[in-house]
């Protein structure tokens, strides 16, 4: 995975929770203050964050997470990284350099992903009645992008930036639902224990979108694949293709009439 389970959990709280609400008060201050935040006691840090304990232990719940225990292991991993491109002597040319660096993942792309599987793709979003689309952090934002290019063509799907409440989705869900993840590295059910939840996520129809070259969890039905330098530069870019290539897709097929949206 290129991203550890902290920025995951505590950036889509803050995405997704109103401001000044005690979940984004609490990851707030956390991520401004990793380092002291790892040494501090439960009494300690929700003193810090002006919460009280009982709401500092449902913060670690709601953001998906056992106890506060798991929390303090997160800040005291703190496993941050960011990958630059190779560096030019200018700015124009730091500019192409970082311009091929991504061209060349999107031929990349194009060169291996299989558009029968997006054909198919599409033709199960058009009969499904109900449709959620996922994605974490960078994923999720090509997530949103391709919710708002499917209302366009008249076809309403779910989604939601918050961690935890995707994963509320997916156990919930039942035999008519579709739920599409996007995940880069194929990552996506790695950041928490989902091994008491297999029976739950076989029930819904769950297709993936990864450049990750390892299995698949067996409740996973079907995974578009497509190879990928799997480096922070190419990301969210190839995934944003694929989405792209769905969307002028399914626009085809309705045009052409080989599929109509329930």
Known sequence: MIYGKLPVVFLSTIASEKKNTINSQIAEFLLNHLDEAAQMGIREMADACSVSVSSLSRFCREIGLRDFAELRELLSANDRYFQTAPSGQTALQRAREYRTRVMESLDQTARS????????????ICRSRRTAVFGLLKAGSVALNLQGDLLMLGKQVYTNISYAQQIQYLLSAGEEDLILIFSYTGSYFDYQDMKPYCRQLSVPRIWMVSGGEGEYPPYVNHVIRFRSPH?????????QFIAGLIAQEYARQLEIGEATPL
Do not use: A, G, T
């Not at 992903?113 to 199960?124: K, M, P």
């Open 113 to 124: 992903v299989n558009l029968n599987d997006i054909s198919r793709l599409c033709r199960e």
């Open 231 to 239: 480096d922070q530069i190419s990301h969210p870019y190839q995934l």
